[in-house]
């Protein structure tokens, strides 16, 4: 497909979307990395003149807003925020080798086996498959619930998008495929059995008497995240193999340590590299990121009990 073709398919699926009442935002093309500046790097000008505004915030759904945004040729793929949709989706993953759930079943599996674990429900509803090969399942979350995602917490290979998060729309594109549309069901609503396994507190298994997850791990997180990023971003050319290599690795440790999403540390990873704009090398960063990262997960990182922002 040419780049023309597939700019106006993309922009023919964003008004779809946003037709059915579906909150979007541009993503840049081939990522998953929303089109947008992070707080950090927030100027304060603009919709940001009082205060940062965070895309999930700006997404939308007037159809001539969306039509108007994917005109100008580039082939954005397009964000849905389940959150303010009114949505929930389930994101059963294929396993990947080295990576935490790598030895267990695939996340469609997982979930089909708590279903019959809990003797809840699983409807029929409206269906995407991912280009690795897993299945994303799109809910109505039920009136009054404010679900925000998780990762792992109802399975090994089960993440969840709700608040404060978002999912790629069907036509979307990667480098190693597309989202397509599996089901076109109207989503059906989130049954109860799955609101209670989303909101029950997680266990958290410790390694030893003197370590814990971090206490605080959105704050130190986010933290990690936004150095290590902006060390990637702001590099000259020279070493940016190695910098973006051990970054990778960094983020790959909090991703080990279930502290940190995997697609988002990737994606954050990889929106890093564009500010170097080097379109030709972008096959080799994005393989540097993705072997990196694994390597990182094999190896999690600890936090020391004595100190909640100092490594173990």
């Keep these: 497909m040419t780049s023309s073709a597939q700019s106006a398919a993309l922009r023919a699926a964003a008004i779809e979307i946003a037709g059915r009442g579906w909150k979007v935002f541009p993503c840049r093309p081939g990522t998953k990395a ?4 992070r707080q950090d790097h927030c100027r304060g000008g603009g919709v940001c003149a009082g205060g940062h505004v965070t895309p999930e915030s700006l997404a939308t759904s ?3 807003r969306v039509a108007a ?3 100008d040729g580039v082939p954005y793929n397009i964000a849905v925020y389940p959150g303010p949709s009114g949505l929930f989706i389930l994101d059963c993953d294929i396993p990947k080798p080295g990576q935490p759930g790598g030895d267990d079943p695939d996340g469609w599996t997982q979930l089909q086996a708590l279903a019959a674990e809990r003797s809840g429900p699983l409807p029929d509803t409206y269906t995407i498959e991912t280009p690795s090969g897993g299945r994303q399942l799109w809910y109505a979350a039920p009136p009054g619930c404010h679900l925000r995602g998780t990762v792992r917490h109802l399975a090994s290979n089960v993440d969840t998008r709700g608040w404060g998060t978002y999912g790629l729309a069907p036509g979307s594109v990667r480098p190693d495929g597309s989202y397509g549309l599996l089901d076109d069901t109207d989503p059906v609503e989130l049954p109860g059995w799955l609101v209670q396994a989303n909101v029950e507190r997680a266990s958290m298994a410790l390694s030893g008497r003197h370590e814990r997850p971090v206490a605080a791990p959105d704050a130190y997180t986010a933290h990690v995240v936004r150095a290590e990023c902006d060390r990637v971003a702001t590099e000259p050319p020279g070493r940016r193999n190695k910098v973006l290599s051990t970054a990778a690795y960094a983020l790959g440790q909090l ?18 590299v564009t500010a170097w704009n080097t379109p030709a090398s972008w096959g080799k960063d994005t393989g540097v990121i993705a072997t990196s990262l694994a390597a990182g997960a094999r190896n999690p990182r600890r936090i020391n009990r004595r100190g909640p922002g100092r490594a173990a």
Excluded: F, I, K
């Excluded at 929303?34 to 500046?37: Q, S, V």
């Design 69 to 71: 945004r994917w005109s």
């Design 255 to 272: 991703v080990g340590a279930q502290l940190l999403d995997h697609e988002h540390a990737r994606a954050e990873l990889e929106t890093a």
């Design 62 to 64: 007037d159809v001539e």
């Design 34 to 37: 929303a089109l947008w500046h």
